[in-house]
């Protein structure tokens, strides 16, 4: 594999990290812009350009300050998503790639979150990628089971409507909270009780390997609403019993969402790791349940350390990485950025990807 550089962009946080030949982490920057989207309880497009446009060009000084040797390939996320934050880092890459003459990679942000679990920060290669891997990837925008069979990408399963942690997200909000609001949601629901609310896990018939998190969602705000507890937490250091229950019974639902296709889908597919990737897989509970569910089946279970589990650019070099050792390269000229439509990575059937994943 080449020495590469990643530059990742598409939603609030800026990153660029360089990874060496054998997948070790060179370097990893990130430029968080959570102090900037607070106010507005959410991420604002226009102001994730803007920030994205400050940081960029101080991150690559920084990073190409810490290489080890030359950059050969650069890697950038092209999509899915925020169209004006994905421009600023891929035109960065094209304009790097064309002036420097190296080879360029355009990276699906969730190929990205799919390797994040193969790769280590503590100075160790990137683990090479077994033949059958399930893997969940659930963030802000995303949450799908996918099966990675021998360098192909197939999705077998998303939600239906919310992401999980959209959906941490908006309950931790309504409770006063902030954002983002899975960790706040995790530390609460530590100390919570998860058999104190009752809350609905519907199933499609349908379709088994989907999930919906929005009539969990619903159930969640009524409850707070009736029981008066909309902006409970605010500014709370220590929030009443109900919140922290109602906490762990929607985190606990939310898992069990998650999980819920993965019985089924380890039965037909028989793989040899099963890894969880993306914001939420660094809830607490998520971790302990999928590795216990490991343990139980003797599979293998693997989840990315923690602060690879949010966005950041090591994952989106060492996927671009792999893509280029599989005979892939994108012309500077022609890349654009994608923002709801998919792109498909290698092997992922047509017609399975049609919620902008
Ligand atoms: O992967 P990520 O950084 O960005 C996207 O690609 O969306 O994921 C961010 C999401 C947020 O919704 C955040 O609330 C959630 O991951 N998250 C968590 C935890 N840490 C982050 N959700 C539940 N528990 C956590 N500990
Ligand atoms: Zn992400």
């Given at each position: 594999m080449l020495r590469t550089l990643g530059i990742e962009t598409s939603c609030d946080e800026s990153a660029v990290?360089?990874?060496?030949?054998?997948?070790?982490?060179?370097?990893?920057?990130?430029?968080?812009q959570i102090a900037a989207h607070q106010p507005y309880g959410g991420v604002v497009p226009e102001l994730a350009s803007r920030e994205h446009l400050k940081a960029?060009?101080?991150?690559?000084?920084?990073?190409?300050?810490?290489?080890?040797?030359?950059?050969?390939?650069?890697?950038?996320?092209?999509?899915?998503?925020?169209?004006?934050?994905?421009?600023?880092?891929?035109?960065?890459?094209?304009?790097?790639?064309?002036?420097?003459g190296l080879p360029l990679i355009a990276v699906d942000h969730l190929e990205g979150h799919l390797v994040s679990s193969l790769l280590s920060l503590d100075g160790g290669p990137a683990r090479p990628e077994p033949d059958r891997v399930l893997a969940l990837v659930a963030s802000g925008g995303h949450s799908s089971w996918y099966l990675m069979d021998r360098g192909?990408?197939?999705?077998?399963?998303?939600?239906?409507?919310?992401?999980?942690?959209?959906?941490?997200?908006?309950?931790?909000?309504?409770?006063?909270?902030?954002?983002?609001?899975?960790p706040a949601i995790d530390v609460l629901a530590r100390r919570g009780d998860s058999s104190e609310v009752a809350l609905p896990r519907p199933r499609l018939k349908d379709a088994p390997f989907d999930f919906s998190f929005s009539g969990?969602?619903?159930?969640?705000?009524?409850?707070?609403?009736?029981h008066e507890l909309v902006d409970a937490a605010a500014g709370e250091a220590n929030p009443s019993a109900p919140v922290r229950n109602l906490a762990a019974s929607f985190e606990a639902a939310v898992v069990e969402q998650l999980l819920s296709p993965l019985p089924e889908l380890a039965a037909i597919h028989r793989p040899q790791l099963v890894t969880a990737s993306g914001g939420v897989a660094a809830n607490s509970l998520l971790r302990n349940a999928l590795?216990?569910?490991?343990?139980?089946?003797?599979?293998?279970?693997?989840?990315?350390?923690?602060?690879?589990?949010?966005?950041?650019?090591?994952?989106?070099?060492?996927?671009?990485?792999?893509?280029?050792r599989g005979g892939r390269s994108d012309d500077p000229r022609r890349l654009d950025a994608r923002a709801r439509e998919a792109w498909q990575p290698p092997g992922m059937r047509r017609g399975m990807s049609e919620a902008g994943v």
């Open positions: 990290a360089i990874v060496d030949c054998d997948g070790r982490v060179e370097v990893s920057l990130l430029s968080s960029l060009p101080y991150l690559m000084d920084q990073a190409l300050e810490g290489v080890r040797g030359p950059v050969e390939l650069i890697a950038v996320t092209a999509g899915p998503g925020l169209i004006g934050a994905l421009l600023v880092g891929v035109r960065f890459a094209t304009a790097f790639a064309w002036g420097r192909a990408r197939l999705r077998l399963g998303r939600t239906r409507d919310d992401a999980a942690g959209e959906s941490f997200d908006k309950i931790a909000q309504v409770l006063g909270l902030g954002y983002p609001g899975g969990l969602k619903s159930a969640a705000v009524r409850w707070i609403r009736e590795s216990e569910w490991g343990r139980e089946h003797n599979v293998e279970t693997l989840l990315p350390v923690p602060a690879l589990t949010t966005d950041n650019a090591v994952m989106i070099a060492h996927a671009g990485q792999l893509a280029h």
